[in-house]
C-alpha cells in the first residue's frame, strides 16, 4: 500500500491529540468526578451541572461494591468528557481548600491551648494579639483549665486522661478569637481529641 504524502493530512494527524493523551485526560476526568463524590449535595447543585451527571455522581456515591463502584466511575467519568470541567474544579478546588484552612484554624487554636495552659508568658503573648479579647474570661478558663489538668494527672498511670469542661470552654473560647464565631451546634465535633 503506498504511503500518502498529501500534506494536509499530516498536519491534521499533527493537531490531534494522541492516543495515550486522550487516555490521560479521560483518566483526569474520572479523578475530578471521584473529587466531586466527596462534595456535599448543596455545593454539587450549586455548580449547576447536567441533571444526567448529578444522578451518576450520586448514585455513585450510594454504590457500595468494588465492582459497581468502578463501573460508575467509569460511567462519570465518560459523562464529565461532555461537560464543562472548569467550573467542577473550581469547586472541588475551593472545598478542598477551605477544609484545609479549617484544619489549620484548629490546629492553631489547639496549639495556643496548650501553650496558655503550659505557660503564664503565654497569656501575655495572647493579649498582645487580640487586645479586644475578654481577658478576665480567659484567664478564669486557663486557671480552671489547669486544675482540671492537675487533677486529672492523678489518677492510674497510662490511663486515658478525660479533660474538663474548662478545657473544651478554653479551646472554644480561643477558636472563635482566631477565626470568629463559627456558630454552629456542632462545634464540639471539630475539637480534636487529645
Avoid: C
Amino acid at each position: 500500500m503506498p504511503l500518502n504524502d498529501d500534506p494536509l493530512d499530516t498536519d491534521a494527524a499533527a493537531d490531534r491529540p494522541s492516543k495515550t493523551a486522550q487516555k490521560k485526560a479521560m483518566h483526569e476526568l474520572q479523578a475530578l468526578g471521584e473529587a466531586l463524590m466527596t462534595l456535599p449535595d448543596d455545593r454539587i447543585d450549586a455548580i449547576g451541572l447536567d441533571e444526567s451527571l448529578r444522578e451518576a455522581v450520586r448514585t455513585a456515591q450510594r454504590t457500595r461494591s468494588f465492582e459497581g463502584r468502578r463501573r460508575q466511575m467509569q460511567y462519570l467519568g465518560k459523562l464529565m468528557r461532555k461537560a464543562d470541567a472548569e467550573p467542577i474544579r473550581e469547586a472541588v478546588a475551593a472545598f478542598q481548600l477551605g477544609h484545609a484552612k479549617d484544619a489549620l484554624a484548629l490546629h492553631e487554636a489547639e496549639r495556643w491551648r496548650a501553650e496558655l495552659i503550659a505557660d503564664d508568658a503565654a497569656l501575655t503573648r495572647w493579649l498582645a494579639q487580640h487586645p479586644d479579647g475578654d481577658a478576665q474570661q480567659l484567664r478564669s478558663l486557663v486557671r480552671s483549665a489547669r486544675k482540671d489538668a492537675a487533677a486529672g494527672g492523678a489518677g492510674l498511670p497510662g490511663a486515658a486522661v478525660r479533660q474538663g469542661r474548662a478545657h473544651r470552654e478554653l479551646f472554644r473560647l480561643l477558636r472563635a478569637a482566631l477565626n470568629g464565631p463559627a456558630g454552629g451546634p456542632g462545634e464540639d465535633e471539630d475539637e480534636p481529641n487529645d
